[in-house]
């Protein structure tokens, strides 16, 4: 049996259709990431104990 991931927004996503920002899914093994106005393209995903790493290296990239 195939479980499906339940995305959601990021709180960033922004007022009208809120499709400018990336959608999660959290999992005990992983964290899936895709972008919300092309869902299908594809998604990334990462163990858990590398996702906050992640957010903060890109948060820190954003400030530049």
């Known amino acids: 049996m195939t479980t499906l991931d339940n995305w959601r927004k990021s709180s960033y996503s922004g007022g009208g259709d809120g499709n400018n920002c990336v959608e999660i899914a959290a ?3 992983r964290i899936s ?6 869902p299908s393209a ?3 995903a990462f163990p858990p104990e590398v996702f906050a790493p ?3 290296t890109v948060k820190g990239q954003r400030h530049r």
């Open 33 to 38: 990431i895709r972008d919300s106005k092309d």
């Open 54 to 56: 992640f957010i903060e």
């Open 42 to 44: 594809g998604t990334l």
């Open 27 to 29: 999992r005990p093994t």
